[in-house]
């Protein structure tokens, strides 16, 4: 047995996200469809149930596992999620598209935003909310709250 280089596996960063789910076998093969995702591994419990798997979509890496009767609970089973990820791509017009197209229900449709990202928002078909974004403009502290300020102001005038 080879003894680790490094503390931190090659590819992974600091922190990596660990999602529940009720079916992960279908939300790998979502991922791979809807966000280009490549399945790096998967353990199978005597059950069926999978007990690990890891998933990288673009350079970043997630873990996936199925519920456990012991274990935590997917956001469907728990009526929601306060996590949601948030996905950096090089067109993400497209990604979003794609998303929806295979499933995904849209939260806020792909728009240029004050902070300089083009982004836009959905849940996918397991109960996980997803940002997707294009970085467009490299801005100061002080231009994205101009442009914030700017922002609210247009809003607070089309609702009052």
Same mark, same amino acid.
């Given at each position: 047995?080879?003894?680790?280089?490094?503390?931190?596996?090659?590819?992974?960063?600091?922190?990596?996200?660990?999602?529940?789910?009720?079916?992960?076998?279908? /939300? &790998? #093969?979502?991922?791979?469809? !809807?966000?280009?995702?490549?399945?790096?591994?998967?353990?199978?419990?005597?059950? *069926?149930?999978?007990?690990?798997?890891?998933?990288?979509?673009?350079?970043?890496?997630?873990?996936?596992?199925?519920?456990?009767?012991?274990?935590?609970?997917?956001?469907?089973?728990?009526?929601?999620?306060?996590?949601?990820?948030?996905?950096?791509?090089?067109?993400?017009?497209?990604?979003?598209?794609? /998303? &929806? #197209?295979?499933?995904?229900? !849209?939260?806020?449709?792909?728009?240029?935003?004050?902070?300089?990202?083009?982004? *836009?928002?959905?849940?996918?078909?397991?109960?996980?909310?997803?940002?997707?974004?294009?970085?467009?403009?490299?801005?100061?502290?002080?231009?994205?709250?101009?442009?914030?300020?700017?922002?609210?102001?247009?809003?607070?005038?089309?609702?009052?």
């Amino acid at each position: 047995m080879a003894k680790a280089t490094s503390p931190i596996p090659k590819g992974y960063s600091t922190v990596t996200p660990v999602l529940t789910l009720e079916d992960t076998r279908k /939300a &790998i #093969d979502w991922y791979k469809k !809807a966000l280009n995702a490549e399945e790096l591994s998967t353990s199978v419990g005597p059950d *069926g149930k999978i007990l690990h798997a890891a998933i990288r979509i673009g350079s970043s890496h997630l873990m996936l596992h199925d519920e456990m009767k012991d274990g935590g609970k997917g956001p469907r089973t728990l009526g929601g999620s306060p996590v949601e990820l948030w996905l950096y791509v090089e067109d993400c017009d497209a990604v979003f598209k794609r /998303a &929806i #197209d295979a499933g995904a229900v !849209a939260k806020a449709p792909v728009s240029d935003q004050f902070w300089g990202d083009r982004w *836009g928002g959905f849940t996918d078909p397991f109960g996980l909310g997803w940002s997707v974004a294009t970085h467009k403009e490299d801005l100061t502290k002080e231009e994205i709250e101009s442009r914030q300020t700017e922002f609210f102001a247009e809003m607070a005038g089309k609702t009052g």
